[in-house]
């Protein structure tokens, strides 16, 4: 699977938007962009996935830029609960479905 | 959808001894994995199961660590003669098949001391 990079850290304010850019430059045409996020002290959690449309759910929306090589998570009105690690992990539609997990993005927000 | 559930959520034992972690996954779901997760790191894959078929192993899992799956329902990950560097999270997360969004437990937190 190909390689993701994500800013280390992030900060938002309280009911303000947030976006988590994640760069994967080396995407082959098959590989969907999945993102994940992690509360702590529990396991990680599905948040959307997408292939080349933009997607959003109840959760959040991910915009793909047209060539791919990059996506952005879209928080449109942060909470508390939302502080967490964030994951953008590339998942091949040929490959076995384990998840490649980099450092992620640690978001914070601010009351 | 009772979720992942793993079990225990906590595990302190002495090096050297062995460990049985269990996880059952949401009833449905074909698909099986386990991760390791170090403090600051992210999950790390470890090994997953097609139904009752153990597929692929990480060059992570050692021959001191053994999983299965009787039967394609819960699992289980044994680990022999525990070494401080076994410390970690233990996670294991269920889908309906390969290529699907993965549900997590909440994971099994070792402490060798």
């Known amino acids: 699977d190909a390689k993701t990079t994500q800013p280390n850290s992030m900060e938002s304010n309280e009911e303000e938007p947030v976006h988590l850019p994640c760069n994967h430059s080396?995407?082959?045409?098959?590989?969907?962009i999945h993102w994940y996020r992690q509360l702590p002290s529990q396991g990680p959690e599905y948040v959307i996935h997408?292939?080349?449309s933009n997607v959003n759910n109840r959760m959040a929306s991910l915009a793909i830029a047209e060539d791919r090589k990059s996506s952005t998570l879209i928080l449109h009105r942060a909470t508390l609960r939302d502080a967490a690690v964030y994951y953008c992990?590339?998942?091949?539609?040929?490959?076995?479905?384990?998840?490649?997990f980099g450092k992620g993005t640690k978001l914070s927000v601010k009351p | 959808d009772t979720g992942v559930s793993q079990n225990p959520r906590h595990k302190i034992t002495k090096r050297g001894q062995n460990v049985t972690f269990r996880c059952d996954p949401i009833?449905?779901?074909?698909?099986l994995y386990w991760y390791r997760q170090t403090l600051g790191q992210g999950p790390e894959f470890l090994t997953y199961?097609?139904?009752?078929?153990?597929?692929?192993k990480s060059r992570l899992l050692s021959d001191r660590f053994s999983a299965e799956r009787p039967k394609g329902s819960f699992s289980t990950l044994e680990i022999q003669r525990t070494e401080q560097g076994d410390s970690a999270m233990y996670l294991c997360?269920?889908?309906?098949?390969?290529?699907?969004?993965?549900?997590f437990g909440d994971g099994t937190r070792l402490s060798i001391l």
């Open positions: 009833s449905e779901h074909n698909r």
């Open positions: 992990i590339l998942v091949g539609v040929g490959s076995q479905g384990n998840l490649i």
């Open positions: 080396t995407i082959s045409g098959t590989d969907y």
């Open positions: 997408g292939l080349t």
């Open positions: 199961f097609q139904n009752e078929a153990q597929l692929e």
């Open positions: 997360a269920s889908s309906l098949k390969g290529n699907q969004p993965q549900h």
